[in-house]
Structure formats: structure tokens, C-alpha cells
């Protein structure tokens, strides 16, 4: 084969997967690599990989039999990056099956082209998951391509070893990108046309460079001239900054959203994770977010079935549920995962029907309020950004969204993609709002 030089990456698992492969593509354009749609064309495939559920560790085995089956008469190089790169580390080279030519973990993507000019020399295959206490990528500018919203990843790593959770051993430890330079990324993105931002850290509000917190980070980017939309994933709710909530009720650039994950509803089980908050403790929190800005809107993240969890500890989550009212809550079972001390000291002791029990009482409770928090919207008048020309259901439709992040859905109108416009609510699902434009496009926000 020719020097490799046309790649196509495929990105599994969170947001700041997708952040990262924006990262990689940066690395690889300086070098002269370019990107191609799909598999076919590509000289190499990169697959940005999570570790985070079972499921996701399964599915990207499946996709290297299917590339490697596809590719059969005009062979592709195949490398496996992120969280299972540091997981499986070389496990994943030695696998005669999978065949994979390089690995890189989250922290070695600047050794990518170095990584790639060894594949076939005559060492070990090559592969680079060191963990850095230092790189945040601060002096590359993500590529990005489309899209109405900027990922902006502030910090790396995570110090809190949730038990349950790999990052801490995928991604490493905890730090803070220098915040002048993300002010200098977010001018940038406005440059380039894209008014919202998205600040990405396993926990947000940890962040801390010298004397920027993460409060003061917010300020500093809600300062920044053209910045229409910022919202944030994920804090902790161990030590969110109240003053945030302050500056959030002053600031109209900043979404009255905030997705702040439960994951249990009851202490004992809570402490069991690690989460160092109590159920009181989170939903203190929520009536004082609830408190400050009285229009947000919450989502979160649950877990059923950890470990000796029992059912009448599962009807707390249940409780809380109830009183945080969330307008969307992402919940999961529990599945053991490799590395985690959850696996290591904890039995997997909650029974898979029981698991799917739960998870079915806990959707089944959150639909109906997500459909009344909906409902409570129809008559509105609201201001949506255009995200998608089409949806999955028609192409005669917007999909847009609006500040609480809820998905808007609206017929088409002489507006496109990344305009803000008003229009008022007229029906609603548990899921999606339904709306009439009113024609108005607004420079304002919200
Ligand atoms: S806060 Fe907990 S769940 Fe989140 S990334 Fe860190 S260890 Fe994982």
C-alpha cells in the first residue's frame, strides 16, 4: 500500500469522544491525512472507542469483523482509540480474530502519525496508551465539521472513582485546560459561524486553572462577543458551585439547563458508588437550582440494580424522581465493568430480571412527567435554534431545539440551519415539542 493517507473515524460512547475526534482530526490534517465518509474509501479506520457499557465494548468487535469482512479484497488498516484502547491495552493487538494494526489512549493521540508510519516495521505492533497528568490538548483546535453547536472540552480525566465507572483508569486524572486559551477556541467557533457552546468535562465543575474556577470560566465565556447558547455537561452534585446558579440567573447566553447526575436515590447506595453526596444532600441542590431559576429544566443519569441494591432502596430513586421532576432522565442497568472497583470488590448481585424491573418502573414513572413538563409548554411563544433541515419522519420539517435542549420540531420556512427564530408551542410528546414558526428570526437568544 501507498503511504496511508485517507482516513475515516468512526466515534462511539460520549461527547467527549466526539470532542476527541475532532482533536484527531486536527493531528492527522497538519500531517496531510484527509477524511472520507465511510469505511470504503478509507486507507485507515480509526474506531474512537468507550468502555463505558458492556454493550459498547461488543458492538465495536462486531464493527472490525464487519470492516475486515467488507474490506476482504483491498485490506484496510484498522486502530483502536479512546477508552478500550487503554482498557484492553495490548490484549486487543494480540487478538489473533480482530486483527488490529495500531492502538492510541485518549491522552496519545499527538503520537497518531508516528503510530501509524510504524504499522508493519518489524517491533511490536504499535501502540501508545500512556496516561498523561498534563496533556489537554490546549494548543490544537478541534476540526469541526458543520453542526450548530461547539464541543469544547475544558478539562481531562477524572479524579472521583465513581465505583462503578472506568474513566478514572481510561482517561486519567483530572486537569484543567488553561482558560484564556478556551476563550481563544470559543472566538474561533464564533468566527466560523457557530453561536452555541457546549463546555465538556467528566466533572465540570472541578475545574480549576490557577485561580479560574469553573464559575469564573463561564463568566469569561458568556463575555465572549457572538456567543448566543452555552450549556455544560457534567457537574457533580457533590460540589456544585452555588454561585454558578447566580451567575446562570444573570446571564442570558447561559441555557436554563442543567443535566446533574443522580444515579441512585438512595445514601446508602450512594455511598456505596462513591457519589459522596446523600439523597438529601442532591435534593437540597435541586430545590435550590429549582430555587434560583424557577423556569430550569433538569435532566440526569440513573443506575438500577448496583450491587445490594435492594427494592425498597430502588423505591427512593423512584421518590426522587418524583420530586426533582427531571424533564428527561437516562437511566441504565448496572453491568459490571472491567477495572472499575465495583467489579472488583462488589458481587453482581441484583438479578437481571429484577434489573429489567426496575428500569421499566423507573421509565415507565419518568415518561408521564416528561410528557407533563412537555404539555406545560404548549402556548408558549419560544426562541429555537434550526439544528436539522428534515427529520427522521419528514423532510418538509425543522428539527430544532430550545433552550431547556428539548427537541422542537416545525414545518419549514425560509430560514436555515444555525438561525435562531421564535415560534410558539403547539403540541407535545414525552420526548419532542411540536411548534408553528412565527417568523420571526431573532439576533437575541432565549
Ligand atoms: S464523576 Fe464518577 S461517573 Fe463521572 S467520570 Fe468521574 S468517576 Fe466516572
Known amino acids: 500500500m501507498a503511504s496511508p493517507k485517507t482516513v475515516f473515524i468512526e466515534t462511539y460512547g460520549c461527547q467527549m469522544n466526539v470532542s476527541d475526534s475532532e482533536l484527531i482530526k486536527a493531528i492527522l490534517s497538519k500531517e496531510g491525512y484527509s477524511f472520507v465518509p465511510t469505511e470504503y474509501e478509507a486507507d485507515i479506520v480509526m474506531l474512537n472507542t468507550c468502555s463505558v457499557r458492556e454493550n459498547a465494548n461488543q458492538k465495536v468487535y462486531s464493527r472490525i469483523y464487519e470492516i475486515r ?23 486487543l493487538l494480540e487478538d489473533a480474530k480482530l486483527k488490529i494494526d495500531f492502538i492510541a ?25 500512556t496516561l498523561s497528568e498534563f496533556e489537554t490538548y490546549s494548543d490544537v483546535y478541534p476540526l469541526r465539521e458543520g453542526g450548530v453547536n461547539a464541543w469544547v472540552s475544558i478539562m481531562r480525566g477524572c479524579n472521583n472513582f465513581c465505583t462503578f465507572c472506568v474513566v478514572p483508569y481510561t482517561r ?16 474561533q467557533i464564533v468566527a466560523q459561524g457557530i453561536s452555541q457552546v457546549t463546555l465538556l468535562g467528566q466533572n465540570v465543575n472541578s475545574y480549576r ?25 457534567s457537574p457533580h452534585p457533590k460540589d456544585y ?3 454558578l446558579l447566580n451567575l446562570m440567573a444573570e446571564r442570558h447566553n447561559i441555557c436554563k439547563q442543567i443535566h446533574i447526575p443522580l444515579q441512585a436515590g438512595n445514601s446508602r447506595v450512594l455511598d456505596k458508588m462513591n457519589r459522596t453526596y446523600t439523597k438529601e444532600e442532591f435534593l437540597e441542590l435541586a430545590e435550590e437550582m429549582k430555587m434560583i431559576m424557577p423556569n430550569i429544566s433538569l435532566s440526569t443519569d440513573i443506575i438500577v440494580g448496583f450491587p445490594t441494591e435492594t427494592a425498597e432502596e430502588f423505591e427512593e430513586t423512584l421518590e426522587v424522581i418524583k420530586k426533582v421532576r427531571f424533564s428527561q432522565a437516562f437511566t441504565f442497568k448496572y453491568s459490571p465493568r472491567k477495572n472499575t472497583l465495583a467489579m472488583k470488590k462488589f458481587a453482581d448481585d441484583v438479578p437481571e ?22 404539555l406545560e409548554q404548549v402556548g408558549h411563544v419560544q426562541t429555537v435554534l434550526i439544528e436539522e433541515e428534515g427529520t427522521k419522519k419528514s423532510e418538509e420539517d425543522f428539527k430544532a431545539r430550545n433552550e431547556a435542549n428539548t427537541i422542537v420540531i416545525l414545518p419549514k420556512g425560509p430560514y436555515t440551519k444555525g438561525d435562531y427564530i ?25
Open 353 to 374: 430480571e429484577e434489573k429489567a424491573r426496575r428500569l421499566t418502573a423507573l421509565v415507565e414513572l419518568q415518561r408521564p412527567i416528561s410528557l407533563e413538563l412537555n
Open 241 to 243: 458551585p452555588r454561585k
Open 422 to 446: 421564535q415560534v410558539e408551542i403547539t403540541g407535545a410528546t414525552s420526548s419532542v415539542l411540536i411548534a408553528k414558526p412565527l417568523y420571526q428570526k431573532t439576533e437575541g437568544v432565549l
Open 69 to 91: 469482512s467488507r474490506r476482504k479484497n483491498n485490506p484496510v488498516l484498522v486502530g483502536i482509540l479512546g477508552c478500550m484502547a487503554t482498557n484492553f491495552k495490548t490484549a
Open 172 to 187: 486519567g486524572r483530572e486537569r484543567s485546560r488553561d482558560p484564556h486559551n478556551i476563550v481563544d477556541e470559543i472566538k
Open 209 to 233: 486553572h490557577d485561580d479560574t474556577d469553573f464559575t469564573e470560566l463561564m463568566r469569561m465565556v458568556s463575555d465572549v462577543p457572538g456567543v448566543k447558547r452555552i450549556r455544560y455537561t
Open 105 to 129: 489512549g485518549p491522552d496519545s493521540y499527538k503520537q497518531l502519525p508516528h503510530l501509524i508510519q510504524d504499522i508493519g516495521g518489524k517491533g511490536p505492533k504499535p501502540f501508545d496508551v
